[in-house]
């Protein structure tokens, strides 16, 4: 079955630490991949896309993602965490219009 | 571009009653996916409509059925609410392959 898995449930980091969000995911062809990021009570809005070529991606806020098709990975990567970044974190992946969903990581940013 | 809007934003409701959420579509879209996200949990794929046809369904009961407008609108209906029906639930529009965008979702609470 197609699926997405994000093992860590909450994070917390130190503003100007880096940040990395671990994503996987389980499909019988390398579906699209997603990060999106929801703050209390909003809907997502998308950091970042892969469909193919270049395996690290830039997105907006200053976040990037490393596609690793060995390890079926896509990770979410910050060199230096704001206090706003503070939120829900959802890796996503997309195939035959189907969008699947990690459980979410949510990140706590400390002083 | 108003992008995607929900309503109504919040609704509460009674077990065994029936409800509608409806959704417009970012403009130039022709793709609308539901999905339900129960506190605490990421976004589950409900269902998606093109060309007025549901197209795909996520594991959801008969319950919830939906409908597109020719102006590419769409409702989510819930019969027989129970209290496990409570959550955020999100709207996405599209055009076919591409990435989705999210509404502000509507919360319904079931008491």
């Known amino acids: 079955a197609q699926s997405v898995t994000q093992p860590d449930i909450h994070i917390t980091v130190s503003e100007g630490a880096s940040l990395e969000l671990r994503c996987n995911y389980s499909y019988g062809a390398t579906p699209y991949l997603f990060w999106y990021v929801q703050s209390p009570g909003q809907g997502l809005q998308l950091l970042l896309k892969?469909?193919?070529?270049?395996?690290l991606v830039q997105g907006i806020k200053g976040f990037e993602a490393e596609f690793k098709r060995s390890q079926s990975s896509f990770n979410l990567r910050k060199p230096s965490v704001h206090w706003s970044d503070a939120a829900e974190y959802f890796c996503?992946?997309?195939?035959?219009?189907?969008?699947?969903f990690g459980a979410g990581t949510r990140l706590t940013v400390k002083p | 571009d108003a992008g995607v809007t929900q309503s109504p934003t919040h609704l509460i409701k009674t077990r065994g009653q029936q409800v509608t959420l409806r959704c417009s579509p970012k403009s130039g879209h022709d793709t609308v996916s539901w999905y339900q996200q129960a506190l605490g949990q990421g976004p589950q794929f409900i269902f998606q409509y093109y060309e007025e046809e549901e197209r795909q369904r996520g594991n959801f009961p008969d319950r919830f059925s939906g409908h597109q407008f020719p102006n590419y609108s769409s409702e989510l209906n819930v019969n027989a609410l129970l209290l496990g029906d409570s959550a955020l639930y999100l709207c996405?529009?599209?055009?076919?392959?591409?990435?989705?965008?999210f509404g502000p979702g509507t919360r319904l609470t079931v008491l």
């Open positions: 996405a529009s599209s055009n076919t392959g591409d990435e989705q965008f």
């Open positions: 892969y469909f193919s070529g270049d395996t």
């Open positions: 996503a992946g997309y195939n035959n219009n189907d969008m699947r």
